[in-house]
């Protein structure tokens, strides 16, 4: 049997109802019919499957600060003007997007170690995710996070936000929380995409384009 990863509990409803067709069909003593439409149910479950990563069970060196989420990086550089409303205007951010479709894995993790300061949830459009607009006029959470180094302040954000299907952002931190790089934070539902806004001393070492994996990939390094 081949091997399936864990599922993430909030495929429970998703599932239930995705295989009310088949119950109905197989009440109506179509069985094959029944047989086929349970495709969907295991597709929604699969949608919410949460597989080990390398976070999990080696130590991440000081310096690395690893992708969030799995996807494709739609945007890196300076933070876009619109993008920067709500973060700090005293700080130089960089900004990395990665966008999330709906094969990929949609399960979150912190980008890098720390506190939790905040998370703030503000709700708002539903545009596709791989628009530039979805950044700052679609429904979202910002979560700040921070640590010390060798008495160096490290701040950074990290946004969820949904996308034309994802219409709800699952955040299961809260304010005063300790992170370790690479460990679960929440998830999105049904495609959409996060933002890591990181301060200048930190040197990005992703492109754009390029295929990242949650709490595997490195997509920066504080200098």
């Keep these: 049997m081949p091997f ?12 239930a109802l995705g295989a009310t067709p088949a119950a109905v069909a197989l009440l109506a003593g179509r069985r094959r019919t029944a047989t086929a439409l349970l495709a969907l149910p295991a597709a929604l479950a699969l949608f919410f499957r949460d597989p ?3 976070a999990d069970v080696a130590e991440v060196p000081v310096d690395e600060v690893r992708a969030p989420a799995d ?20 700080v130089d951010w960089q900004q990395v997007s990665i966008f999330l479709s709906v094969f990929n894995v949609h399960i979150n993790r912190a980008p890098y170690a720390g506190v939790v300061e905040s998370v703030s949830y503000r709700p708002g459009n539903w545009h596709a995710a791989y628009r530039y607009e979805s950044a700052f006029e679609n429904e979202r959470s910002d979560i700040v996070v921070s640590r010390s180094v060798a008495g160096q302040q490290r701040r950074y954000v990290v946004r969820q936000i949904v996308g034309l299907l994802a219409r709800r952002v699952v955040t299961r931190i809260e304010a005063g929380d300790t992170l370790a790089t690479g460990e679960r934070i929440g998830l999105m539902k049904f495609g959409s995409r996060m933002d890591v806004f990181l301060p200048p001393e930190v040197e990005l070492s992703v492109g754009q384009g390029a295929r990242v994996v949650a709490g595997e990939s490195v997509i920066a390094r504080w200098k």
């Design 4 to 15: 399936l990863p864990p599922i993430d509990r909030e495929a429970a409803l998703p599932a």
């Design 52 to 54: 080990e990563r390398s």
């Design 71 to 90: 996807g494709r990086v739609m945007y890196v550089g300076p933070v876009q003007p619109e993008v920067a409303v709500g973060l700090d205007p005293e």
